[in-house]
């Protein structure tokens, strides 16, 4: 997960970025995850245009993997034979952008 995130959580165009909770098992029945957070003086389209420029898909649907129903992910990354998925959560009461970065 870290190889998949990182260098987009790490862009210079990125602004703030907090990461506040992570699981790194990724069993069967529990796998990893992290849990980040970029100040909102960034927009999302912005966001994702950075993802995307580090191999994230913007259209999670393009994967075979990620068929409708199956992942919830707005953005999606294929790293070996691992699926990762980002889902967007606004917290404009705190002023961020909550990122929900799931192995699926």
């Known amino acids: 997960m ?3 995130v990182s ?3 790490r862009d210079d165009k990125m602004g703030e970025v907090s990461i506040y909770e992570m699981n790194g098992c990724d069993s069967a029945d529990n796998g990893a995850w ?3 957070e970029i100040k909102d ?3 999302k ?3 994702f245009s950075i993802f995307e420029s580090h191999g994230w898909s913007t259209n999670p ?4 993997e990620c068929n409708p129903g199956v992942c919830g992910a707005e953005l999606a990354k294929k790293v070996g034979s691992q ?3 980002i889902r967007f959560i606004h917290r404009e009461e705190q002023g961020v952008w909550e990122l929900e970065i799931v192995s699926l």
């Open 45 to 47: 389209e912005e966001i």
């Open 41 to 43: 003086t960034m927009s």
């Open 34 to 36: 992290l849990d980040a």
């Open 2 to 4: 870290q190889a998949a």
């Open 83 to 85: 699926l990762f998925g």
């Open 7 to 9: 260098p987009a959580l």
């Open 61 to 64: 649907m393009e994967l075979p």
